[in-house]
C-alpha cells in the first residue's frame, strides 16, 4: 500500500472538517427492505464496480488526509466475495473500523471480521416478530439475523449497535420490545427517520413516517431516557437508562436535522464520492483510479478538491417525489 502520511485534513466550505468515510463494498444484498429497495432490482455490472483493491486505496487515501472512521456499508458488505481479504487491508489503516450489516452473514463471519480488525458493528433490525421482518425484509429469515447477533456478543466487539427504521403502521408498536432486546443483549440501539431515497412505488413515505420525539416519548412510557453527551462519528444523539449500559439513539434526518455538524461523506461502490446523503453533489474517484492507478496523491488531490463541493445541508420532503433517486443500496449506508 502506498504511503499515507497525513499531511493535511480535510475540511469543506463550512469550517466542516471530515474525518469519516462510509466505503461501499457493493450494492447487492440479500434482503430487498421495502423502504431501502425496489422489489425487482437491476445491480451494477461487474465492470462498473471498484475491485477490493481499488477500494482499500481509497480508504488509505482518506486515512492519509485526516480520516479517523471508516465504516463499511452496502447494499450487504459481507456478501461480496473475498471482502475479508478487504477488511483485513482495511483494518490494518490507522482509523477506527466498523461495519453496517444486516446480520445475515454474523454467525458464520462474526469471528473473521474481530480478527480482521472490525471494532464496532451496526446491525440492521426492524422487527422481533418473523413473519413481519419477512415481509419488511422480503426475503430475510429472523432467526437467522438473531443467532448471528448472539454469535456478534459473545465474540465481543468494542460496540454493537442496532439500527432500526420506525415506520407507523408498520413497527412503531415493538420500540419497546426492541428497546427490551437491546438491553437484554447489553448493546446500544438507534431509532431511524426513514431517509427518502428512491422512488419506491409500493411504499407512501409520508404515510408511515414516524418521528424521533414520537418514538422517545413510546420509549419514554416506561424508561426514562437521560440525554447524554457521548458522540460517535456518527449522526446518533444518545440517552441512557439509570438500570443498563445500553444506550439509545435517535437519527433524525426530518425532525431534528444533524447537518450542521456533519463531518462525513460517502463512497459509492461505483466509485462516486458522494458530498452528501440527501444531494448529488459528487466527484468520480474512478476515473482517477483507473487512469492513474496506485498514484494516491493525486487521488487524495482529487478528494481535497472535492471538499468544495460539500453542500451546506440536504432537504428532506416526505409529500413529494423523491429528490434523490439512486437507492439506499446504492448510496451507502
Known sequence: MPNTSKHTTLVDRFGRTVDYIRLSVTDRCDFRCVYCMAENMTFLPHAQVLSLEEIEQVAAAFVGLGVKKIRLTGGEPLVRRDVIKLIRGVGQLDAELSITTNGSQLLDMATDLKSAGVNRLNISIDSLRAD??????????????????????????????????VMKGRNDDEVLDLVE??????????????MPLGNISEHDRAKVYCSSDEVSALISERYQLEPTTERTAGPSRYYRMQDSESRVGFISPHSHNFCSECNRVRVTVEGRLLLCLG???????????????????????????????????????????????????????
Open 132 to 165: 413481519r421482518f419477512k415481509e419488511m425484509t422480503r426475503t430475510g429469515k429472523l432467526a437467522q439475523v438473531l443467532a448471528g447477533i448472539d454469535a456478534a456478543v459473545k465474540i465481543g466487539f468494542d460496540r454493537i449497535k442496532l439500527n432500526t427504521v
Open 181 to 194: 432486546y437491546a438491553r437484554d443483549a447489553g448493546v446500544d440501539i438507534s431509532f431511524i427517520e426513514e
Open 279 to 333: 444531494n448529488e453533489h459528487s466527484v468520480d474517484l474512478r476515473e482517477t483510479l483507473r487512469q492513474y492507478p496506485d498514484d494516491i496523491e493525486r487521488l487524495q488531490q482529487v478528494i481535497v478538491k472535492a471538499m468544495d463541493l460539500k453542500p451546506e445541508k440536504h432537504e428532506f420532503d416526505l409529500d413529494e417525489e423523491p429528490q434523490i433517486v439512486r437507492f439506499m443500496n446504492m448510496t451507502g449506508g
